[in-house]
């Protein structure tokens, strides 16, 4: 009789620990994990529609169609607000949140030359000639690859420890290329 009641009172004993300590802080380390993993979603979609936006800059300039301002200062300010929120996950990519950020700021880079370049055509008078539609292509299209490849090194598993290595290596050259001024790109 001793034993049950022994072994009865340790397994209630055991429960009601387990129950008021190591619950709650499981049950915080649960809603932080989820967070992070909306919240990476969230910004995995938009990094895929501002990259579609973006496409869409190159179809409007070959079309001598007339790329707004407005619509490019939206995209950067997206690609602010993309950065933004990727930093907020510096917790949930442990130290490789800078290697996903830094071709986001390039992005921002890109399309800030890309607002410089259409201000200054359009104060010319020269927004359809080849050599600024081209100057505007090319803009455009280093920023969507920019977007592809934070979209790529945002999606790479934590195990492939090579592939994160050398991303982080290139982001940091780049960092380093990077002007002051982006009308300067």
């Known amino acids: 009789m001793q034993t049950v009641l022994i072994s009865a009172l340790t397994a209630a004993m055991v429960t009601l620990l387990i129950e008021y ?10 809603d932080r994990i989820v967070e992070a993993a909306r919240v990476r979603r969230d910004v ?5 529609a501002l990259s579609y936006k973006i496409s869409l800059f190159q179809i409007y300039i070959e079309d001598d169609r007339a790329l707004e301002i407005e619509v490019v200062k939206a995209a950067r300010a997206e690609a602010q607000g993309l950065a ?38 359009s104060k010319d008078g020269a927004a359809g000639s080849r050599d600024v539609i ?10 969507k ?18 592939t994160w290595k050398r991303a982080a290596s290139k982001a940091e050259s780049e960092a380093d290329s990077l002007p002051e001024d982006p009308v300067q790109v």
């Open 145 to 162: 690859i920019k977007l592809l490849r934070a979209y790529a090194l945002f999606i790479v598993p934590r195990w492939r420890v090579t």
């Open 44 to 48: 995995r979609a938009r990094m895929l």
């Open 84 to 121: 933004d929120d990727t930093m907020k996950l510096e917790r949930a990519l442990g130290g490789r949140w800078m290697v996903v950020v830094q071709p986001l700021v390039s992005v921002q880079y890109r399309l800030g030359a890309l607002l410089e370049i259409l201000d200054r055509a």
């Open 134 to 143: 081209d100057e505007l292509i090319k803009q455009a299209m280093t920023a």
């Open 21 to 30: 300590v190591a619950k709650p802080r499981l049950e915080t380390r649960k």
